[in-house]
């Protein structure tokens, strides 16, 4: 049968293109979007609320213009209305940006993390091997130390892999997953390293992202039949890799709808059952059930 669908207006589009959302039949969770990137953040939050994302986490890279999202938040959610989904604060530094850490930065991390109730977690941090744009050893000392920071902290990570999943995984082990979790963010790898990440402890979440919707990637739909129920997350990392049909417009946190749909296909369950197990699992790791 086919799903129920829903239309919306189309994040970025000519105001005459319009896209269809299914309509999963239970709230879900966008657990990594970067809201400040977007044109129209307002609109997005909307839009999140129409199709029944209740729960947005939105990245803050302490390198690019945090004061973007600190700053302006409030101001977005206002103006979306009572109705607009929860955000909340994923800070940290990106491994492209590994090369700019410096104590300051770290005290400046400490002190939004101890004043900033919104903050629900660190990252991305981890590695990028794909464009070094930081050198290896400067990623993999940031990658070590924002784990350090998050055992310390009590909050969980957003773990970002380039090209370097088994050294990742490597740190991971060594270091020792924080108490508050991980999540291994936008998974595209194959279901045995799914399961590699998965052992590291109960407290290890995998979350896909547009690629699993994509013709090609069965590898990566393996991958999310492997995932408990109760250990599997989706997110856009919006305004980047839309989904398909829509892929290479730019995404927002409503078309996780469409992510969460494609991983239900894959495992044969009910689009609502993942949706409100996405939704739930968000707001265990993050601390918001």
């Given at each position: 049968?086919?799903?129920?669908?829903?239309?919306?207006?189309?994040?970025?589009?000519?105001?005459?293109?319009?896209?269809?959302?299914?309509?999963?039949?239970?709230?879900?969770?966008?657990?990594?979007?970067?809201?400040?990137?977007?044109?129209?953040?307002?609109?997005?939050?909307?839009?999140?609320?129409?199709?029944?994302?209740t729960?947005?986490?939105?990245?803050?890279?302490?390198?690019?213009?945090?004061?973007?999202t600190?700053?302006?938040?409030?101001?977005?959610?206002?103006?979306?209305?009572?109705?607009?989904?929860?955000?909340?604060?994923?800070?940290?530094?990106?491994?492209?940006?590994?090369?700019?850490?410096?104590p300051?930065?770290?005290?400046?991390?400490?002190?939004?993390?101890?004043?900033?109730?919104?903050?629900?977690?660190?990252?991305?941090?981890?590695?990028?091997?794909?464009?070094?744009?930081?050198?290896?050893?400067?990623?993999?000392?940031?990658?070590?130390?924002?784990?350090?920071?998050?055992?310390?902290?009590?909050?969980?990570?957003?773990?970002?892999?380039?090209?370097a999943?088994?050294?990742?995984?490597?740190?991971?082990?060594?270091?020792?997953?924080?108490?508050?979790?991980?999540?291994?963010?936008?998974?595209?790898?194959?279901?045995?390293?799914?399961?590699?990440?998965?052992?590291?402890?109960?407290?290890?979440?995998?979350?896909?992202?547009?690629?699993v919707?994509?013709?090609?990637?069965?590898?990566?739909?393996?991958?999310?039949?492997?995932?408990?129920?109760?250990r599997?997350?989706?997110?856009?990392?919006?305004?980047?890799?839309?989904?398909?049909?829509?892929?290479?417009?730019?995404?927002?946190?409503?078309?996780?709808?469409?992510?969460?749909?494609?991983?239900?296909?894959?495992?044969?369950?009910?689009?609502?059952?993942?949706?409100?197990?996405?939704?739930a699992?968000?707001?265990?790791?993050?601390?918001?059930?």
């Amino acid at each position: 049968m086919a799903e129920d669908r829903q239309r919306m207006p189309e994040f970025g589009a000519k105001p005459a293109e319009r896209v269809e959302l299914p309509a999963l039949g239970a709230e879900t969770a966008d657990t990594h979007a970067h809201l400040d990137m977007l044109d129209d953040p307002v609109g997005a939050l909307r839009n999140a609320a129409a199709a029944d994302v209740t729960f947005v986490a939105t990245v803050v890279d302490l390198t690019e213009k945090p004061e973007v999202t600190l700053d302006d938040l409030g101001g977005w959610l206002d103006a979306a209305g009572a109705g607009a989904p929860e955000v909340g604060l994923i800070v940290g530094v990106h491994p492209h940006n590994a090369r700019h850490w410096s104590p300051l930065l770290e005290e400046r991390l400490r002190a939004i993390v101890a004043s900033d109730d919104r903050v629900i977690g660190l990252g991305e941090l981890g590695l990028d091997y794909h464009y070094e744009h930081s050198s290896r050893e400067d990623q993999r000392a940031m990658f070590a130390r924002q784990l350090e920071l998050a055992h310390e902290f009590g909050l969980p990570v957003t773990v970002h892999l380039r090209e370097a999943h088994d050294e990742g995984l490597g740190i991971l082990d060594d270091a020792g997953v924080p108490t508050a979790g991980a999540i291994i963010h936008c998974f595209t790898e194959d279901a045995e390293t799914a399961e590699r990440f998965l052992a590291l402890g109960d407290n290890v979440y995998v979350s896909f992202a547009g690629p699993v919707t994509f013709k090609k990637a069965e590898q990566i739909r393996d991958a999310a039949r492997v995932v408990p129920l109760d250990r599997l997350l989706s997110e856009t990392d919006c305004p980047f890799l839309a989904p398909a049909p829509y892929r290479g417009r730019p995404n927002e946190p409503a078309y996780v709808t469409l992510n969460v749909a494609a991983i239900a296909r894959a495992r044969g369950d009910a689009p609502a059952e993942v949706a409100a197990a996405t939704l739930a699992n968000a707001r265990r790791i993050f601390g918001r059930s």
